[in-house]
């Protein structure tokens, strides 16, 4: 149970605790660990630089991985970070999603962010919510 554990992240505080976890957890149920950055596609930054950005996102946990002996695949997509989880997940045959409970806007006075909240709305697998 769990092999492939799809890690969502946006490179914030909150995100990185949940790729230790995520990390961590692999390590113990000799699973990988698939990183993920969305580009959001509505916002109109230059592409080049969300996509600098992205993949900076993704190595850190790449090197993570590494240091604990874990394989992290990573994706790069661009889309909608709301909506497009559920459908990530299932293309890349991932069997638990963990993600944190908030993101870069870090409103704590709100149960969740809204990337967190469609997820656990739409996920077909399991979530595990790191707060
Ligand atoms: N573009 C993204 N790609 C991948 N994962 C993301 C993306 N945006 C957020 N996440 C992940 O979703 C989780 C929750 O973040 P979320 O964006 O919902 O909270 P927030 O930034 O505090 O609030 P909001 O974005 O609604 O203003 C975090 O683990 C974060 O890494
Ligand atoms: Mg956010």
């Known amino acids: 149970m769990f092999k492939k554990i799809l890690v969502p992240t946006d490179g914030s505080k909150y995100a990185a605790k949940a790729e230790d976890l995520a990390i961590s957890l692999a390590k113990k149920l000799d699973a990988e660990v698939i990183a993920v950055h969305v580009i959001d596609e509505k ?14 996102i993704l190595s850190n946990v790449h090197t993570k991985g590494v240091k604990e002996g874990v394989v992290v695949k990573d994706a790069l997509i661009f889309g909608d970070p709301r909506h497009d989880m559920n459908k990530i997940a299932l293309k890349s045959e991932a069997d638990l999603i963990v993600m944190a409970s908030h993101g870069r ?14 997820t656990l709305k739409t996920s077909e697998i399991p979530v595990l919510l790191v707060k």
């Open 105 to 118: 806007t870090g409103l704590e006075r709100l149960l969740m962010g809204s990337v967190a909240d469609t």
């Open 43 to 56: 916002l109109i930054y230059p592409y080049e630089v969300m996509e600098d950005e992205g993949n900076e």
